[in-house]
């Protein structure tokens, strides 16, 4: 399948009549009859009733028909704006950033950002932590927030936020009501990790959490994303852990609460990573309203900067 496949369908679905889609694309009539029957091969779906005249869409047709005008929709806009962008009228920034960064740097930035730089589209890609590298690598992004993140081979990274864990328990839980956590006192609590994945750093990061305190870790849950693990914590199938920005914001179901005792002093940390070779002027100015050096505890002086070649 390819865009004139789509573009043949879409003007078919607008004239219901082959003769006068053909006469519209300037093709013969047994030639765009051909590509619409390949189109079904393909799909494994008849897109239009031929029984009668005019043509009818079938109920997977019109379903087809919604989803191919968006793709054309969306290919003119990234045509246009790639157009734009080779002559110099409009430039673009690509931000991953995993979800916990939401809760806490990221929102002003944005802000900020797009306050000081209408003329330049913001692209953002939510994505684990793990995620990140390749994406820089690839330069499908300009540059990635993450959690735990290790600087990846030829990037730099900048540190935006330093914060304690947090323990995300259910509201009836034994423990919810105390002021504070020993890692001791979840020896029986199931455990929700996330992210998940084969590499996951902050799943490595709790874990380590628990054998510090010599207790093993009875995972009963692996989810994709926090707002997963919370839930299920909410929901009283295990508990899981946050940090401090993330647990500012408040659900009826969950409790927050700091750990006390070993890991107590534990930070978990929340990185921009970059290619080191790339000087694309907004990046940088994008870096400078991500991490103000008066605003974040904990970040690093401009100099700084953690490099890996």
């Not at 914590?233 to 009826?252: I, K, N, Q």
């Not at 609460?257 to 002093?265: D, F, I, N, Y």
């Not at 080191?276 to 050096?293: I, Y």
Request: with cysteine.
């Amino acid at each position: 399948m390819n865009l004139r496949h789509l573009q043949f369908f879409v003007m078919l679905t607008d004239e219901l009549n082959f003769s006068r889609a053909a006469e519209r694309l300037h093709v013969a009539q047994p030639a765009l009859s051909r590509q619409i029957s390949l189109l079904e091969q393909r799909l494994g779906a008849q897109l239009f009733d031929r029984s009668g005249r005019p043509l009818r869409l079938t109920e997977a047709g019109h379903y087809f028909s919604a989803e191919a005008r968006q793709l054309l929709a969306s290919y003119e806009r990234a045509t246009l704006a790639t157009r734009e962008i080779g002559c110099g009228k409009r430039s673009w920034l690509g931000v991953g950033f995993t979800r916990s960064a939401m809760y806490s740097v990221l929102p002003t930035a944005l802000k900020a950002f797009d306050r000081t730089h209408p003329d330049v589209e913001l692209k953002l890609f939510e994505m684990l932590t793990e995620e990140q590298a390749d994406a820089l690598h690839e330069h499908r992004i300009h540059v990635g927030i993450g959690r735990q993140a290790q600087t990846a081979a030829g990037c730099s990274s900048l540190l935006l936020l330093r914060e304690r864990v947090m323990i995300a328990l259910a509201q009836d839980h034994p423990l919810a009501g105390n002021k504070a956590v020993r890692i001791a006192q979840l020896a029986q609590s199931p455990l929700v990790l996330y992210p998940k994945h084969p590499n996951a750093r902050f799943s490595r990061f709790i874990e380590s959490l628990y054998l510090d305190a010599g207790v093993t870790p009875r995972v009963a849950h692996h989810a994709y994303e926090i707002q997963t693990a919370i839930a299920l914590a909410g929901g009283g199938l295990g508990v899981t852990f946050v940090g401090e920005s993330v647990a500012r914001h408040r659900r009826p179901d969950v409790v927050y609460r700091p750990l006390q005792g070993v890991g107590a002093s534990r930070t978990t940390t929340l990185t921009a990573s970059f290619r080191s070779d790339d000087l694309t002027p907004h990046l940088h100015a994008f870096l400078k309203t991500l991490a103000p050096r008066d605003s974040i505890p904990g970040a690093p002086a401009p100099n700084s900067i953690r490099k890996k070649t």
